[in-house]
């Protein structure tokens, strides 16, 4: 039975006792919500890490950042770790989580040196057979980017695969 | 300049334990299969260290400014179809699909792939990028 939104809790109120909730509980659940910071140095990590030479003393000329932020900022800045997603739904890291699809539109480029506000749902989890996996979860999710205007800067719909031993 | 079914200037990257280090820590992501390699090697998905799927979205999109120097992504669709190791040799690889003009700008709709050196496809995305 899906709970009336009345009867919803939040996710803090979820986090306080996690285990044995429906799949149902999830769906429409708010993040907490938080803010991200765009700093250069990270910047400067990820194009170096993803194989894009940036001469460290030609950091102070970008403007834009590297798009991925808006990857790195959502996760980091919802509210929730990728740790706490994971302990409210009550799954072990171990298991072996993976990245299933990632959609992502941008309304303006991701700024350095600015603060984003991230909002955002899970869409539902559900279960299914893998044929390759076995038994799986599919969490879907969305995360939003915004300015201080509350201007929408990005957005991003995650689906994560959680591999499960057991339901 | 651009032109429809014309092929993209391709992009590789040697994938390596340090820039994934580096990942787990940007993401604050714990997950073990990037960056022991008896966890990925236990949960069966190969003798290696799973790369970050952001990472390899990160390549793509490096990609795209390689041919699109100053663009803009206004929309990346990515389906993730395999893992990439430890020591892969990746290459983005792909081509403009479509062009729309619109006020001295155009939207240009590419179709991209991120491939092993065995040539199995890691990531398929779809990307419109705004070329002003």
Known sequence: ????????????ELQLNPKGL?????????????????DKSTNFLINKSTGVLVNERDLNKFINAHPIFLFTSTLRGSGASIQDIFDLLDY?????????????????PIRIGQKYKIDGKIISLNEKDSKKLGKIKILDFILSLFDESQSQIASVNYVWILPVKDF | MYSEGSSLKSWNFLVNQESMNVWAEILDD???IHLDINSARLLGLGEGTINQGPANIAYIMNMIEKNFPGSQIIKMNNKMTSAILEGDQVTVSGQIIKIQEKDNKSIISCSINLKTDENKVAVISEVDVLVL
Do not use: A, E, R
């Open chain 1, 22 to 38: 429906t799949n149902d509980t999830f769906s429409d659940l708010q993040f907490p919500g938080g803010t991200f910071f765009i």
């Open chain 1, 1 to 12: 039975m899906i709970l009336q939104n009345k009867d919803k809790k939040t996710w803090k």
């Open chain 2, 30 to 32: 714990p997950n073990p």
């Open chain 1, 92 to 108: 072990d890291v171990n298991n072996g989580p993976m990245l299933g699809q990632c959609n992502m539109s941008f309304d303006s």
